[in-house]
């Protein structure tokens, strides 16, 4: 059994900060349990530019509220509490917070733990 605790986690390499969001890695590709399992806050007032080509994500909203706009079909959908969204036509999209958004995610493939995204908004492949 794993066993953790986000508290524990803040501070280590797991714990990543960026200009428009920051997230907890609290299950990762070493676990071998074949996702990977983020606690992520959306800071407010922003937009991220997003594309995971090479990961489906499932983004589940616990509180906040914002949007999320589909690029190649122009389709915005509302996100707050209680959202949920997946990404399983790896779409290119804009996430953007219009308060600070709690997300719980969930990537397949699993995560390094470390990740940020590149120019296209995408993780590697690892
Ligand atoms: C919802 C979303 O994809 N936000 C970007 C960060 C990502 N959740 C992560 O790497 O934890």
Redesign the pocket.
Known sequence: MIVRNLQALAGTEWDVDTET?S?T?LLVKKDNVGFSL?D?T?KAGTE?L?WYQHHV?A?YCIEGEGEVEVLESGEIYPIQAGTLYVLNQHEKHL?RGKTEMR?I?VFNPP?TGT?VHDADGTYPLV
Do not use: A, D, G, Q
């Open positions: 969001w997230s890695r983020h992520t959306i991220t997003i994500e983004v996430l997300m995610c995560t990740e």
